[in-house]
């Protein structure tokens, strides 16, 4: 009935490849593959100390990080989120009949990444699929999990075959991912109360140093067009969900770098303030940047930034994460199986299954090129990475 045309879905619904009787083959495990966060007091400075091994950050700075997550008894939230993830993800693959176990490892706090391979090798796997919990494609959020795994892979099967990881893509112009934010979005704006100016859209990353963005082109699109992509993507569609034009802008939190080098901005306070300034009179916060509410939304956007809001005037939501919104966990299952796809067609020198996508730019790699995401523009890191045509690995 025309007039009843319900809004298009970001979602193409596609035939549901699992009814492949190939399904996960060749994989055997799924590697839930995440950063890791501190589960007592005790935890804290160790796990401080280990994700900054061979940085270069101020020791004011991780005082202040450690006081963040003292704030909160000492205990990131990253652990029972992915806890959530890793369940959410085995009951989406049992749904479609896919039997596979999931293991959850980090690359900074335990359960660590080589434990999770040895729990994957004492159920019985050979080849598995990694998936990162971060979206977006730079040293941050993918060769530097690659390099870890390319480490724990060495180290775990020191004592005989080594087991084989593949890495799903950069996901963040999937599907699934980009829906479960327009949804959330759309959430947010009908929990600003009654009578809210309509407000102002930001979306939310964490910041990188400016080196860190420069070297992150090498995969195609830079880490901060990831983000432009996504951001317009999810903001036309919730518009047209609203059935109002939405502007937006995006903003960066969690800059940890010394002062005299330069990182991403603007930062979300300092761009609250701005739109302050300029008349800006209510705001709804979109973290694109994150696939869960760990500590970097719980202290610096829903402790700092709301706070800096509330100071200024503004009325202020934000949106949640992704997390283990349904679309989500789907994207997640559907990106498994197509990188199983294209695994079974490059096994067979075949052509690659086509790929899902929405926005404006392309797939990203599913094996990155060599240099990819390297630390610095023109030097890479020096470390061997895992899921890359590096000639060394
Ligand atoms: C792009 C990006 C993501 C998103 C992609 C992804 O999800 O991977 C991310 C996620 C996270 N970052 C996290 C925590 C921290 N990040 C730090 C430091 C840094 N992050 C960076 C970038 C990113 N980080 C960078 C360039 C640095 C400087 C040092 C370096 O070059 O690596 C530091 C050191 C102290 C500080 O300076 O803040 C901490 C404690 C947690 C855990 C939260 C929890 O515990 O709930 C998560 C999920
Ligand atoms: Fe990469």
């Known amino acids: 009935m025309i007039g009843c045309v319900p809004t298009p879905p970001v979602t193409a619904p596609s035939t549901d490849p699992s009814a492949d009787a190939t399904g996960?083959?060749?994989?055997?495990?799924?590697?839930?593959?995440?950063?890791?966060?501190?589960?007592?007091?005790?935890?804290?400075?160790?796990?401080?100390?280990?994700?900054?091994?061979?940085?270069?950050?101020?020791?004011?700075?991780?005082?202040?990080?450690?006081?963040?997550?003292?704030?909160?008894?000492?205990?990131?939230?990253?652990?029972?989120?992915?806890?959530?993830?890793?369940?959410?993800?085995?009951?989406?693959l049992r749904r479609r009949g896919l039997d596979v176990p999931v293991v959850w490892g980090n690359r900074n706090w335990a359960p660590y990444t080589r434990d999770a391979l040895a729990e994957a090798r004492a159920r019985g796997a050979h080849r598995l699929v990694a998936l990162v919990t971060s979206a977006y494609s730079s040293y941050s959020g993918c060769r530097q999990y690659r390099e870890n795994l390319w480490t724990a892979l060495d180290e775990e099967g020191a004592d005989g075959a080594p087991l084989v990881v593949d890495k799903v893509r950069s996901y963040f112009?999937?599907?699934?991912?980009?829906?479960?934010?327009?949804?959330?979005?759309?959430?947010?704006?009908?929990?600003?109360?009654?009578?809210?100016?309509?407000?102002?859209?930001?979306?939310?990353?964490?910041?990188?140093?400016?080196?860190?963005?420069?070297?992150?082109?090498?995969?195609?699109?830079?880490?901060?067009?990831?983000?432009?992509?996504?951001?317009?993507?999810?903001?036309?569609?919730?518009?047209?969900?609203?059935?109002?034009?939405?502007?937006?802008?995006?903003?960066?939190?969690?800059?940890?770098?010394?002062?005299?080098?330069?990182?991403?901005e603007p930062d979300v306070n300092?761009?609250?303030?701005?739109l302050a300034a300029a008349g800006t009179t209510s705001v709804v916060l979109s973290p694109i940047g994150f696939v869960s509410d760990h500590m970097e939304v719980a202290f610096d956007l829903d402790t700092e930034a709301l706070e800096t809001a509330r100071g200024l005037g503004m009325t202020a939501v934000r949106a949640d994460s992704v997390g283990v919104r349904e679309p989500f966990v789907r994207g997640l299952v559907d990106l498994l199986l197509e990188r199983a796809a294209i695994a079974r067609a490059d096994d067979a020198g075949a052509p690659r299954p086509p790929e899902q996508t929405v926005g404006d730019l392309p797939a990203f790699r599913s094996v990155c090129v060599p240099g990819c995401c390297r630390m610095r523009d023109g030097v890479d890191s020096g470390r061997p990475a895992a899921c890359s045509t590096d000639p060394w690995s």
Request: with cysteine; proline share 8%; hydrophobic share 40%.
């Open 24 to 92: 996960l083959a060749p994989y055997d495990a799924v590697l839930l593959f995440s950063f890791g966060g501190p589960d007592g007091p005790d935890d804290v400075l160790p796990f401080l100390r280990n994700v900054t091994a061979g940085k270069n950050i101020p020791d004011e700075r991780l005082a202040e990080v450690a006081e963040h997550y003292h704030h909160f008894g000492g205990r990131s939230p990253i652990n029972a989120q992915n806890l959530a993830l890793r369940q959410a993800l085995e009951d989406e």
């Open 270 to 274: 300092d761009h609250l303030e701005a």
């Open 173 to 264: 112009n999937h599907p699934g991912f980009v829906q479960a934010n327009v949804d959330a979005v759309v959430e947010a704006f009908g929990a600003l109360p009654a009578g809210t100016a309509w407000p102002r859209l930001v979306f939310v990353t964490h910041s990188i140093p400016d080196t860190m963005q420069d070297a992150s082109q090498v995969a195609g699109a830079s880490y901060q067009d990831q983000h432009l992509d996504v951001a317009r993507t999810v903001a036309a569609a919730a518009s047209e969900r609203l059935g109002h034009a939405v502007e937006w802008d995006l903003a960066y939190c969690s800059r940890s770098g010394p002062p005299s080098q330069p990182w991403l």
